[in-house]
């Protein structure tokens, strides 16, 4: 039994650290396990598919993930279809599409709002500076 769950275990690992260059769709069945493996930190885009914010925000943040995401140092750029996972947006209040939050450490309880520009660079700016403080932060905890 033990070696059937530690295969379980290996297998579900290797799929979360895989395409972490693209934007994972994420949903009440996989967040909390994305969160656990995210140490990096998760960029995550609350969205509605007809929403036409949402719609122009697409490659924007198709292209910030393929630059930002990241398997080395466990940074999650996902997405959550708000009309699909109705209590996962309920969980974090999102009122408006779309919204995207920072979750520090892939912390599901340690998250910020962005409300920055909505372009690739801004987008993957804010990704990077957000993993570097949380990189900064960890380190001085454990000193």
């Given amino acids: 039994m033990f070696k059937s769950v530690f295969v379980v ?26 969160m656990n493996w995210a140490n990096g930190g998760a960029f995550v885009k609350f969205y509605a598919p007809w929403c036409g914010f949402c719609k122009k925000l697409a490659q924007p943040f198709a292209e910030m993930a393929s630059t930002t995401g990241s398997q080395e140092s466990k940074i999650l750029i996902g997405q959550v279809n708000c009309d699909n996972e109705k ?7 999102v009122r408006g599409y779309p919204t995207m939050l920072y979750f520090y450490n892939g912390n599901a309880n340690n998250y910020i709002k962005y409300n920055g ?27």
Avoid: H, P
């Fill in 117 to 143: 520009e909505r372009d690739a660079s801004s987008l993957s700016s804010y990704v990077r500076s957000n993993y570097a403080s949380s990189a900064q932060t960890s380190e001085s905890a454990r000193k």
């Fill in 9 to 34: 275990a290996a297998l579900t690992a290797t799929s979360l650290a895989q395409n972490m260059n693209q934007v994972i769709d994420l949903g009440s069945n996989n967040f909390d396990s994305y």
């Fill in 87 to 93: 209590a996962l947006c309920q969980r974090y209040k």
